[in-house]
């Protein structure tokens, strides 16, 4: 298994609402990353799990909550957003956090998940 | 901080030309991407560079690193519509997981 999966593709929620985006991977990876992108614009990342630990937080508010239950899973949990936050949320990961003995540490990118808040 | 800026960023080539996409960066990095994104959809990945010098090709995409200059091109050769997409480059380095990303070019082949 070579792809990262992301559910859902689309979401719509409204303001007070409490949702979650799924992401996952079986190629044995062990760092896992959620970027934000909105359109017209390059992925700007939110949150690095290095070996199931949060190692970067890209000062992102608290209505974002990352959470990695173990190393083929990441989840990002989404409460009292706004408008602005409506984007693509793309999920990536990578074979070794920081590189260490493996040169290219390639990021493999999720489908992502369309989100529109009301 | 960082900085990464690709130029153009839009570019709209007749099928059959060739042409190129520049990636500057502002800072000493150890691995440079290329990333293919089409609308709507994820990052694909193109390539990756790690040395001075460094050149790989793929159909009719040839990327290049010159790691003196900050540099790296990306260059289209007899362009076909299914190139058509918008295309990123981003650096990193060892020891920090975080890639910054180009501003993207968004190349549009007309027949």
């Known amino acids: 298994d070579t792809e990262v999966t992301q559910t859902p593709k689309h979401l719509v929620m409204g303001m007070t609402n409490k949702k979650s985006l799924k992401c996952e991977q079986h190629?044995?990876?062990?760092?896992m990353y959620w970027y934000k992108q909105k359109a017209k614009k390059p992925p700007e990342l939110m949150f690095v799990?290095?070996?199931?630990?949060?190692?970067i937080n890209e000062s992102v508010p608290s209505r974002f909550s990352p959470e990695c239950p173990n190393s083929s899973l990441l989840n990002l949990h989404l409460h009292a957003l706004q408008p602005e936050d409506s984007a693509l949320y793309l999920c990536?990961?990578?074979?070794?956090?920081?590189?260490?003995?493996?040169?290219?540490?390639?990021?493999?990118f999720g489908p992502g998940t369309r989100l529109t808040v009301l | 901080e960082l900085k990464v800026e690709q130029n153009p960023l839009f570019l709209s080539m007749q099928e059959g030309k060739n042409y190129t996409i520049y990636c500057n960066y502002s800072?000493?990095?150890?691995?440079l991407y290329w990333y293919r994104q089409d609308p709507g959809k994820s990052l694909e990945s193109l390539f990756v560079?790690?040395?001075?010098?460094a050149v790989k090709q793929e159909g009719r995409l040839m990327a290049s690193l010159d790691t003196k200059a900050r540099l790296s091109t990306l260059h289209i050769t007899a362009a076909v519509h299914d190139l058509s997409a918008t295309y990123f480059c981003?650096?990193?380095?060892?020891?920090?997981?975080?890639?910054?990303f180009g501003t993207g070019t968004r190349l549009t082949i007309i027949p």
């Open positions: 990536a990961s990578s074979q070794e956090p920081s590189g260490g003995t493996v040169s290219y540490n390639e990021q493999f």
């Open positions: 799990y290095s070996y199931e630990k949060l190692s």
């Open positions: 190629m044995g990876h062990r760092a």
């Open positions: 800072t000493t990095s150890d691995r």
């Open positions: 560079l790690l040395s001075n010098g």
């Open positions: 981003a650096v990193s380095n060892f020891g920090n997981e975080k890639l910054t």
